[in-house]
């Protein structure tokens, strides 16, 4: 009975090995298909939002440390989809700026951006697989530090805030996106919501 199973199982194997190569192979860096910047003014407010592809990332960090790499060899795809947020307040009010109320809507999933601590835990594992060396692991802490934008920002009358937004989810290759970013007078009152769209 054992051996008339075999056959069964190890068709199941190979199915299963084919399905997985055909996942991997069509996976790939997203494109935006549009223009990659979008700026919008309300008020005295700007937002702008420039979509950040992988190559610019591979160019500006070195892969040992860059933490904002999508592994597109993992089973799982867990697609990492970067934004730099600049919000210049020429407006005569102070406003908050809070990470978690941000939103971007592709594929028909919602996702909130990943703030510092859950992007350095996102390469936790990948660490262990790698062996990943102790300087590079506090290379890519820094660098997390020092461009993601905060949990929340208080952003005074005349002041510029800059910073990477970053999302994580399983998210098609092509499609429509919004990404939703609200800007608040209180942490209860919004003040303004900025809708950007974009094209992959």
């Known amino acids: 009975m054992g051996f008339a199973r075999m056959p069964i199982r190890l068709a199941g194997i190979v199915m299963v090995a084919i399905l997985v190569n055909g996942c991997l192979t069509d996976r790939r860096p997203l494109q935006v298909q549009d223009r990659p910047i979008k700026k919008e003014t309300h008020e005295g407010i700007t937002a702008t ?3 950040v592809d992988e190559a610019i990332l591979e160019a ?3 892969e040992e440390y860059n933490p904002f790499l999508t592994d597109y060899n993992r089973v799982q795809l867990r697609r990492l989809i970067v934004f730099v947020l600049t ?3 020429k407006s005569s009010e102070a406003l908050l700026f809070i990470l978690n109320r941000l939103e971007l809507q592709y594929g028909g999933k919602s996702l909130q951006p990943y703030n510092r601590f859950q992007l350095d835990q996102h390469w936790e594992f ?3 697989d790698r062996g990943t060396k102790a300087l590079h692991i506090a290379r890519r802490e820094k660098i ?3 461009t993601v934008l905060p949990n929340t920002y208080n952003l005074p009358a ?5 910073g990477y937004v970053v999302f994580v989810g399983n998210t098609p290759n092509y499609g429509s996106a919004m990404v939703y970013i609200p800007l608040f007078q209180t942490k209860e009152v919004v003040l303004h ?3 950007f769209p974009f094209e992959f």
């Open 87 to 89: 919000v210049e307040n």
């Open 193 to 195: 919501r900025f809708e």
């Open 49 to 51: 939002l420039q979509f």
């Open 126 to 128: 990948t660490d262990e």
């Open 60 to 62: 500006k960090y070195r």
């Open 144 to 146: 997390i530090e020092d």
């Open 158 to 162: 005349g002041a510029i805030m800059k």
